[in-house]
């Protein structure tokens, strides 16, 4: 069975973080959920963003994340691929260098990376965006932009994936379908979208 790594933090957002993790395993991985500070059974609290007509997407409290496996013990030549939820918690989790170096530690060994929303924070803090088209949540485009990436606008619904070598990335949880689809045919899997 093929492991995927999955990076999470308090107040990651809900269906970012909760839908891969559940469709991955649908289809025959296993997932690690990993926190840095965190260990198996201890949880995360998540949040739920939501698109109700305002400037910026409205915050709820969420539910309560499983972590399941052990951050420090995270070998990235393990596992197939990496997810990279948004939400609130890349701002914070991107200030930890052991993550950043297993950001890079993916990207160097060109394995499949899916990062969502606000999830590319943590990818522009890694320094592996550079020359790379992607997208995220819009108001990441300045951070994307500064890191030497090339935006790709996607359409108002938010529903489409961008994908640039090993990288797939998309704007919000409206985009899981084509996000997770294109994740798990970067990981060599056959999905008939």
């Known amino acids: 069975m093929k492991k995927i790594l999955l990076l999470a933090g308090d107040f990651v957002e809900d269906y970012e973080v909760m839908v891969p993790f559940q469709m991955l395993q649908m289809v025959g991985y296993e997932v690690h959920a990993v926190c840095p500070g965190k260990k198996p059974g201890d949880t995360v609290k998540t949040a739920i963003h939501d698109f109700e007509g305002d400037q910026t997407y ?8 499983v972590i399941n496996y052990d951050f420090d013990k995270v070998n990235t030549a ?3 691929g990496l997810v990279v939820p948004g939400g609130r918690a890349p701002e914070y989790l991107r200030l930890n260098p052991r993550l950043l170096e297993i950001v890079r530690e993916f990207n160097a060994a060109e394995k499949p990376i899916a990062a969502v929303c606000h999830g590319p924070q943590i990818l522009v803090s890694a320094g592996i965006l550079k020359n790379c088209t992607c997208t995220a949540y819009p108001a990441v485009k300045p951070d994307v932009v500064d890191a030497g990436a090339t935006w790709a606008d996607t359409n108002e619904t938010f529903t489409n994936a961008v994908v640039d070598g090993n990288l797939v990335t998309a704007p919000a949880w409206p985009a899981h379908p084509a996000w997770i689809a294109a994740f798990i045919k970067l990981l060599g899997g056959k999905i008939s979208v």
């Not at 409205?58 to 994340?65: D, L, M, P």
């Open 58 to 65: 409205t915050e709820k409290r969420g539910h309560n994340f």
């Open 78 to 80: 393990d596992y197939a």
